[in-house]
């Protein structure tokens, strides 16, 4: 029997506030445990919250970001749960009326572009940590990060494949780094995914039982993870057993999804609107003001790439990653008088040797040490015929280190390439002497004793000479 796999993504963005979701406690990661809680994080009798208005004002961006129904009132609820870390006993949350509803985000898969429906992305705290490692059987609760603000970004179960939960997690991380909503860290647990995987045979309608693997904090671990799932599923039906509905956790080491615990229903929860928090009245030209003030967003951007500066949907992709890497392009780009400017140059060179060194020496793009001005001023000198393609990687090297600009290196070193017609004849003239045997074979259709010569000439000029014309040339003096 043919199998397909249904998988829906929740994801845990960690909004990017100074100061908690309903306390002004700070949020900022690596403090000492415990030292970042206040009186309303761990719920102490007689507080009240007060929510934080900047955690609204994010939520409205990245529901505005996917073309989203903006609900106007929304409530927030009591998920009542007991947790250790959870000191209130409950998580103030949102349920029936969340704040951004129906929305969508296309994804890029090995199939083309995609779809995926957004149900729902309702604004809730975080809970504590708890902490096993260094207290030999006992359990230390920290609530540095109870109280942090979240936004819970709900899809549809819309995907088919574990290449696509990674395309869309990847998507969504992109847009909320885009909009500046949240830092993105999966290391720290600013983004976090659950997957809801289950298996039915093809062509059937009707969702098969699903499990919940919970706290996946990296692309590879998503993926990883479905995998396993999906193929323990089938497993399961195959030999005769049923799928029983359940948390579970991933398991890195042995490559493996473990039972938690039943999974909960909504009504296990016993959601009620929150008593200490009024409903949440959106104002339409508040949203109107955060509509207009959106930037260009990561579609938008990769498709004025292909469409108007021609590149590749691949390189379009890359360089659009991420905000930083995107406005680095544009400015190496913007730096190019008109009549130089070669997007597909300036895109192959920040993919590949600014890229490269930065994966090297683990810079993020906003630590290179060569300014997109530098970088434009390099490849000027490729496009006029100043320096060839390799002499520039070799100036480029010199310019990591922080050494001058590329002009005031070409001059120190006497790199500038040699594309005098006359000397470069005379240099040509010099190396055919003597090689009628070579010439021979060239002429009798044996293309590659062109490179022989050409590899001769950038060797008596010491890479400086201007490639294009030795080949020229070399053809011209070689014809039969």
């Known amino acids: 029997m043919e199998w397909e796999v249904v998988i829906g993504l929740e994801v845990h963005a960690q909004l990017a506030t100074r ?10 990661y690596g403090a000492a445990p415990n030292t970042q ?32 129904k903006i609900n106007p009132k929304s409530i ?48 809730e705290e975080d809970a504590g940590k708890s902490l096993h490692e260094d207290f030999h059987g006992k359990t230390g609760i920290d609530l540095n990060r109870a109280g942090t603000p979240l936004l819970e970004i709900v899809s549809e179960p819309d995907m088919r494949s574990a290449e696509e939960a990674v395309a869309y997690a990847k998507t969504l991380h992109t847009l909320v780094r885009y909009l500046e909503i949240c830092d993105g860290n999966m290391q720290e647990g600013s983004f976090r995914c659950d997957a809801n995987v289950s298996v039915r045979p093809k062509g059937q309608a009707e969702y098969g039982t699903r499990c919940e693997i919970k706290n996946l904090n990296s692309f590879r671990f998503l993926e990883r993870a479905i995998e ?23 398991d890195s080491e042995r490559d493996e999804t473990r039972s938690m615990r039943s999974k909960e229903e909504a009504n296990d929860y016993r959601y009620f609107p929150d008593p200490d928090l009024l409903p949440l009245v959106i104002d339409p030209s508040w949203i109107d003001k955060i509509h207009q003030s ?3 967003l990561p579609y938008a951007k990769r498709k004025r790439y292909v469409e108007k500066l021609g590149l590749t949907i691949y390189d379009a992709s890359v360089l659009t990653t991420s905000k930083a890497l995107a406005n ?18 300036c895109a192959n060179w920040i993919m590949g040797e600014v890229s490269g060194r930065l994966n090297r020496d683990s810079k993020d793009i906003s630590e290179c040490p060569i300014q997109p001005e530098s970088l434009a001023q390099l490849l000027k000198r490729i496009k006029d015929g100043t320096i060839s393609g390799n002499t520039a990687k070799e100036i480029f090297d010199t310019m990591w280190s922080g050494e001058e600009e590329p002009d005031a290196i070409i001059e120190k070193k006497g790199l500038k390439q040699i594309s005098d017609n006359q000397a470069l004849e005379t240099i040509i003239e010099q190396i055919l002497a003597g090689n009628d045997e070579q010439i021979a074979q060239y002429r009798a259709g044996k293309d590659r004793v062109l490179s022989f010569f050409v590899g001769q000439v950038m060797k008596a000029t010491q890479g400086r000479a201007n490639p294009a014309q030795v080949n020229e040339i070399l053809r011209k003096k070689m014809a039969p």
């Not at 007060?50 to 409205?60: G, S």
Request: aromatic content about 10%.
């Open 228 to 250: 396993f799932e999906t193929s323990r599923q089938i497993d399961l039906i195959e030999s005769g057993n049923k799928i029983i509905q359940e948390t579970r956790l991933y």
């Open 37 to 68: 809680a206040c009186a309303i994080d761990i719920a102490l009798p007689g507080v009240l919250p007060v929510l934080n208005r900047e955690a609204v004002q994010y939520a409205l961006r990245f529901g505005l970001a996917i073309g989203a």
């Open 294 to 296: 959106l930037p260009e």
């Open 76 to 123: 927030f609820a009591r998920k009542n749960y007991f947790y250790p870390d959870l000191p209130k006993g409950y998580q103030i949350s949102q349920y029936e009326l969340p704040i951004v509803a129906e929305g969508k985000l296309i994804i890029d898969t090995s199939q083309g572009e995609k779809t995926i429906r957004i149900t729902r992305a309702h604004l």
């Open 19 to 28: 100061s908690k979701i309903f306390s002004g406690a700070a949020t900022a």
């Open 328 to 345: 680095w392009f544009e400015a190496t780009l913007n730096a190019l008088e008109d009549q130089m400017k070669d997007p597909k140059l």
